[in-house]
Every structure is written in C-alpha cells, then in structure tokens.
C-alpha cells in the first residue's frame, strides 16, 4: 500500500429495528393503513420496508385526533408543563440518536457523518431551545397573553427527514398547537420512529399524527377545513399551489421553498477557508438542501485561483457508502431527483459551460452522481437560474462589488447567500444588499435553533426557527378565533 | 536560482510577496481540523498507518538531565523499537542536543543503526535568544559533530516585531552553513506566534529562506503541534510547492502522544498536500511518549489484546 486507503469504517446498522411494515400515528397509537408502497435504500435500492399511503379518511381521522387533543388538554395545559414534554423527547432523541443517525442515512442516502453530527443533534437542539419557550410565549412578541393557533398541518421535504420534522413540530408544540405531519414519500421512517418516541415519552395521545403518504395524501391535509395553519418546506412549484389553495380559507401558512443561492468570494478572502466552504455550501447533504451555495460568484481576478484550489479539494472529497463513517458524499435520495439533476447538468453542457468532475468511481446500483463544477457560466444558463437541487455547482465571476450583488440578486429565489472577504465593512455593506434570509459570512450552512431561517421572494414566507419562528405559531389574544 | 526567484534578499522584495499570501480564517481553519479529526482509520489502514508513523518518529530527548548513557539507550530503542519484533521499522531520527551528537552518531553506527540520522536542536534552542555568531558557532558544532539535520529555531522576537528580514536572515545564513551536509528543519514555535496568519507568514518565510522542513514547536511551549496549526503549514507546504515544484517538508512537534493524535496528523497529510508527503523524508513526527504507544497498539493488532506497558521498554 502506498496510498493511504481508509479501511471501509461501516457504522453498524443493528442498532436499528426496521419493520417490514408500517402504519400511520394518529391518536398516539400505530393504525394499519389500505394501501402501501416501499420505502428504499437510496445508496443499493434495497426495499428497507413497505410505508402507508394515506388517504382523505387517514387525514381526517388524524386532524380530529389533533382537534380533540388540542381542545381538551395540550391547549390548556400549562407551559411549563408542555415543556416538560419538550425536554422529556429531546433527552430521548438523544439517547436514541445512533438509532435515528443510521436510520436517517439508510432511508435518505446522506452520509452517517452528517447525520450523526449535523442533522440528529441540530433536531435535539431544536426540541431542547423550544421547550425553554414553552412557558415564556409572553415574550414572544405578540403580546401579553398569546395563544395557539389550533391544528397545525405540516408537509415536510426528504433532505432533512428528522431535522424538518423538529423545525416543524417543536415551535408547534411549545406554543400549545397540535400537529398532523406527512413525511416525505421517500424518507418516512425517522418519524415513524419519531412516533415511538411520543409513546416513550408519554405524550398526550392526539398532540403529535403522522400520517405517510405522496403528494396526495399532503393535498389533502392542505384542503382539510380542520387545519388552522399550514407549515410547508419542499419546492416552490408546491409551495405555489399550496398558497393557491388556501387562499380562500383562514388558514395561515408558512412556506419555505427553493433557493438558488449566491455564495460571494471576494479576492480578499482566506482561500483555504472560502473553498472548504464553497464545498461545505454545496456538496454538504449531496447538494440536497434549499439553501446550498449553488451558485460561485467570485471576482474575476481570483477566478482561477478559487477554481483550481477548489478542484484540488473536489478530488479529495470521498464518495460512497453513507454508513461508511469516512463518507463525506452520499448517494442521490430517489431516480426521480437524480433524472433531474442529470437532465439540468446536461443543459449546462448544452448551453456551453464547461463541466469538470474529479476522478471518482461510483457504486453500480443505487443513485449516485459525481461532485460537479460548471465554470464559465453566465446569468442566462439554466443551471444559473434553476434549482439543481444536487452537488453541482455553477462559478460566475464579477469585475466590481456592485456587480456582485446584482448578479446575487438577479434570480427569483432569496433565501441565503454567503460573503466571503477579510474586510469587515465590505461583508456589512455586501450583506445590507443581498436579497436573503440568511447571509453567511465567511462560511456557510450554518443553522441554529436560535436564528430565524427564511426566503424573500419565491423562497418562501414567514420564518423558522428563533423567536420569529415561534411566532408564526402563536397569535394574539385580539385575534381571537376559533379556538377560544 | 536562489530563494526560488521569488524574492531576491532584499526587505522589500520579501514584503511584497508576503502580501500576496491570503489570510487564514480562524474558525474554518479549526473547523477543517475538527472535521478531519472524524476520519475514522480502522484495520488495516490503522497497521499501515502505525507503521508509517514509527517510521516519521524523531525519537527525542532534550532535557538538562539528559546524559551519555540516557541517549545511547534511546539509539537502540530508535534502530529497534521493540527487540522481539524485528519487522518493526527504525524511526526517522534521533533528535538531541548538540553535545549528545557525536555520542548518539557513534553508538547509532556500532549497533548497526548508521541509517538513523541525528539531529541536533540549534541556534539557541528553545528560545533563540543570543547572538547571530552564537548561533552559527552553536549549528557548526553539531555540524562537526556529526548531525545530518539541524532543528533551528526562528527569532520570534523578530518576528512578533515585523522584522521579517531579520528571521529571513537568520534563516538563509543557517542554511548556508548547512550546504548539502545537512537538512535544515526550522521551528516557528508556533505556540508563541499565536495566529494563523502568523503561522502562514512565517511558513512561508522559512521556505523562502531556504528550509527542507518547517516544524511547529520546539516542545517547550504549549500549545504546539494542534491539528489547525499543522493543518495551516501543510497548506503552506502545498501552495508553495504549486508556486515552486519544491517539496517542503513539515515536522509536527510537541503533544502528540497518542496512535489516535499520529493518526489524525497523518489524515491532515492525506487530505491536504497528497500522499507524496507520507514518508519520513517530507513528514516527521516529533516525540519521546508517542513510540511506546505506536507500539502497544501495533502488538494489539499482531496479538488480539493490549499488552501491559511492561512489555514496552521505557526507553
């Protein structure tokens, strides 16, 4: 051996029960469903287990578990005692997140690196910083006396199984409403797991419904006349019709879309940092998160330096078993996403951009698609527009600051951005005019429970996370409503 | 062409190409190590990396207390580190003080270990605090004395005070006197430079100066040899070599005790400048309590179990 090559470092998977079958959680207990579909393995397509496909009578049966759980203790019951819960199922999530890390990198593809140190413990984080607000929504900011909104209906997307589950439930909870969640259709068994851990926890029956399913199952959730408010996280194609459709209804709604982010490099920045967290913006999760740094936009007379040193690392990057502890690039979650991908990174070829991908033998079955760099590209590619959703990245350059900004905010989408530059007044200046909920600062896809997340234009309303987060759980006493 | 034709000896001609060296950012720096750190090396990666690590080891005594017979015992454990297991390989070198370099070469060459250089700490090792004629006449003597490597310390003094031309000098005069007889590793001591930027800047200076090694610390100072700071002068180590086609080599010293600690630094070498650095001729690890634990750990793997420490000789 000359080189070092890293010994497979498999995680064990017999930590994790999986069923062959599974039902949907309402009224806290597991009920058979008609109909089901598999659930895969993204990295091998090995069936891990069959999933429920809920239907309108599921839907129904779960928002009047949510109704009569709602009305007759969780609304009523004291903060602190909410609270008590909260912390109760963050202390479980803990003790159990080997279990929930393996079974996350099973189900979605992502490598156990992540899961095990970014998505698991950033859920826990989240049902801990909420269980603190459980008895303190008077200082939330919608007045002295603030009050739930009801049922709350909540579609989450399948990059961040559990860690969309807790960014949706654990505000919900903490501010006295009761969920019926619909999981991703191709990643639903973290929160069935999710689900035990309500029983374990001796949550009050009603207070947390999962109900599995595909589009039509979250459209019906959507058009239920039980639900007070929608949370939404997944594409704004969805997130479009989902606003159409509640239109005429009271309900309120959250919705966080795409994103095609800018990621700013400046030819003051520290070039090893800026290119580890170039990678970090978009390779981080297979480049599966709405947030990514899809976009390089980096001043012209640094260009080829940035490039060359980021290639150097792209090669470096290793791609392949996500139980394998050293995998730092997991496997595409579905056929359906890799098509795309595939589809736009072709368009890019088309269009004239040059495509660059490190040497990297990937697996034979499975979905798996090599990190990618376009370089070249210009404001009217597609793969500059469009949301690749996948490790692809696109590098624009810019001869001045102005221009930067312009090109950042030349897109419909604005959720986050990243500046990268020594220069503590140029991040300031560049930061006040970028169109976007989150702007990084010398690094990138960096979350806490504590900050609010969210998009201007078409990424999407309203925030999560933080005390803005909470409030789109809460109203004020003068709203009033039907719940009082 | 001297000093790469990247500079020419002159104070504004090193000025002006060490604003051309980007910053480094603290907490990505940090935050690189840390995820690297998460490299997980089992089986037989582990062998071969422990392996590798006892042969990078400059096995090394640099006490007051240090004496004749202290050090001819470190040379045999250095030729053989465990004397029941002859495919145990000979560690990188012995590193002493100049007085203990003709001891060390001579007992080194009687026992059969004349592939084992010695080296000698120098210019006023640790803290480089004397005179520039102390310091070369401190270097000469290891030289005539039989060291085939020569661990100088820079001026940090200088250095913390922007005169980079003096530690440019110093350095360049030190590599003079070596010629081709020895190898020239140069300590940044980083512990007392404290910044990452500081620890770029003087990286590059000691290349340009003429250093076949750039090492961290001398052992005396804590912090030494963390994961960030290695991680920093490799990258140094890597974009000099893009800018020159030389190959520097870097010597991690001071706090590395355990296979796990070996281990993560040889995962930094990997993943940052290549595998062409792993090898003792471009990647040295500094330490005395480090070899006995490389071994335990290589017995663990040979026999199933740990060994009792006395097993391994003390030293």
């Not at chain 1, 019709?241 to 309900?251: L, M």
């Not at chain 2, 910053?23 to 690297?36: F, K, N, P, S, T």
């Not at chain 2, 993560?264 to 792993?278: A, D, M, R």
Request: glycine share 8%; net charge negative; charged share 20%.
């Amino acid at each position: 051996m000359t080189d070092f090559d890293y010994a497979p470092a498999l995680e064990s998977r017999s930590i994790v029960t999986i069923e062959s079958e599974y039902g949907h959680f309402i009224n806290g207990e597991f009920v058979k469903g008609a109909n089901h579909f598999p659930t895969i393995n993204p990295s091998n397509e090995e069936v891990l287990s069959q999933i429920s496909l809920g239907g309108a009578q599921d839907i129904d049966r779960a928002v009047a578990s949510a109704r009569v759980a709602f009305e007759s203790t969780w609304s009523k019951m004291p903060g602190k005692e909410r609270g008590k819960y909260l912390y109760r199922i963050a202390r479980i999530m803990q003790e159990r997140s080997r279990e929930f890390a393996v079974l996350e990198s099973l189900d979605n593809g992502k490598p156990i690196r992540e899961s095990r140190d970014i998505d698991i413990p950033l859920a826990c984080a989240h049902f801990f910083y909420h269980a603190g607000w459980a008895d303190k929504l008077e200082f939330a900011g919608v007045g002295s006396s603030p009050r739930p909104l009801g049922v709350a209906g909540q579609i989450i997307p399948w990059n961040f199984p559990l860690l969309m589950l807790a960014w949706k439930i654990a505000p919900a909870l903490a501010a006295g409403n009761t969920v019926v969640l619909k999981p991703a259709e191709t990643t639903s068994l973290t929160a069935l797991l999710f689900a035990q851990v309500c029983q374990q926890a001796e949550l009050p029956a009603g207070v947390v419904n999962i109900v599995t399913g595909d589009g039509r199952t979250g459209s019906a959730l959507v058009d239920h006349p039980g639900i007070d408010k929608i949370a939404f996280t997944g594409s704004t194609q969805v997130g479009k019709a989902i606003a159409r459709a509640i239109a005429p209804t009271k309900k309120k709604a959250t919705l966080e879309l795409g994103g095609k982010a800018a990621n700013i490099v400046f030819d003051d920045a520290p070039v090893d940092e800026c290119v580890e967290g170039i990678v970090n913006g978009i390779f981080f999760n297979q480049g599966h998160v709405c947030c990514a740094g899809s976009r390089l936009i980096v001043q012209e007379s640094i260009a080829e330096e940035i490039v060359s040193q980021l290639k150097v690392r792209m090669s470096k990057i290793r791609v392949g078993d996500p139980l394998d502890k050293n995998t730092d690039l997991g496997a595409i979650n579905s056929a359906e996403q890799l098509s795309k991908i595939t589809a736009l990174t072709k368009s890019g070829e088309d269009e004239g951009a040059m495509r660059w991908s490190p040497e990297c033998a990937l697996p034979k079955k499975g979905f798996w698609f090599a990190p990618t760099v376009f370089t070249g590209v210009t404001q009217a590619h597609r793969i500059a527009q469009e949301e690749i959703f996948g490790p692809v990245l696109s590098v624009l350059t810019f001869r001045t600051p102005q221009e930067a900004i312009e090109k950042a905010n030349n897109t419909p989408y604005g959720l986050s951005a990243g500046v990268w530059s020594e220069k503590g007044s140029r991040i300031h200046w560049a930061s006040q005019q970028l169109k976007a909920g989150v702007i990084w600062a010398n690094t990138f896809n960096k979350f806490d429970p504590t900050s609010p997340f969210g998009g201007y234009k078409e990424s999407g309303w309203g925030r999560e996370g933080g005390s803005h987060g909470l409030t789109a759980y809460l109203k004020s006493a003068e709203e009033g409503g039907n719940n009082e | 062409m001297e000093f790469y034709g990247l500079v020419d000896g002159t104070e504004i001609s090193l000025r002006k190409f060490l604003q051309t060296l980007s910053g480094v950012d603290q907490i990505g720096a940090e935050a690189r190590a840390a995820m690297l750190a998460t490299r997980s090396i089992k089986t037989s990666a582990k062998n071969w990396a422990i392996d590798l690590a006892i042969s990078m080891v400059d096995l090394t005594t640099l006490e007051g207390a240090d004496t004749p017979g202290k050090v001819r015992a470190l040379c045999n454990k250095a030729v053989r580190p465990d004397s029941t297991d002859s495919s145990v390989p000979s560690v990188g070198a012995i590193c002493v003080y100049n007085d203990m370099v003709a001891i060390a070469r001579e007992h080194l060459d009687s026992i059969g270990g004349s592939h084992v250089p010695v080296a000698a700490v120098s210019t006023a090792f640790p803290s480089g605090r004397a005179s520039m004629a102390v310091k070369i006449q401190d270097t000469q003597d290891a030289l005539d004395a039989g060291a085939t490597e020569i661990d100088m310390v820079i001026d940090r003094g200088a250095f913390l005070s922007g005169q980079f031309q003096v530690v440019f000098d110093e350095i360049a005069k030190i590599r003079t006197l070596c010629g081709t007889k020895a190898h020239l590793k140069v300590i940044l001591e980083t512990g007392e430079l404290v910044t990452y930027d500081n620890v770029r800047t003087a990286s590059f200076i000691a290349m340009l100066a003429g250093a076949d090694f750039i090492k961290t610390s001398t052992g005396k100072v804590s912090p030494a040899a963390t994961p960030p700071v290695v991680l920093v002068m490799l990258e140094a180590v890597r974009d000099f070599h893009q800018l020159t086609n030389h190959k520097i080599g870097v010597k991690a010293a001071g706090g590395i005790r355990t296979t796990k600690d070996a281990i993560k630094q040889l995962v930094l070498v990997n993943e940052t400048v290549g595998s062409q650095w792993l090898s003792p001729s471009l990647f040295r690890i500094g330490a005395s309590a480090l070899l006995n634990d490389l071994l335990m750990q290589r017995m663990k793997a040979r026999d199933g179990f740990y060994p009792s420490p006395s097993y391994v000789s003390i030293d």
